[in-house]
């Protein structure tokens, strides 16, 4: 038997060179050879400062709504106070009526009904042609 006669030898010659075919197109894909110094898109050079711009600004555009937003906490704050004093002397003067009005009540007034009930006479209507 001959050195290429085995099978075995066919098959493991076929995987070695199947393995060296994609090593050498891997290696060819990955352009070794290439410089460092190629010639950069001057629309990528725009992009990155364009993006410094971007991000500077969103930075001064941060700082300004953090500003704007604790002024809104404040101006709240005083205006939930406001409402929470106007309501205070809202129940002072309602507990401060209704304790004038209770001690002005006499006991004929208390007892008077606050409904009266009316009879009427039935609604007749009549129609002429």
Known sequence: MGPMTSHVLRLYALVAGTVIFFVTWAAVAAHPWATTQTKTDPRLGALAAREQRLRVESVRVQRIVERRYARYR????????EIARVLARQARARAAASAQAASAATPAAAAAPAVQVVHLPPLVVTRTS
Not at 75 to 81: A, I
């Open 74 to 81: 404040r101006e709240l704050r005083v205006r939930r106070s």
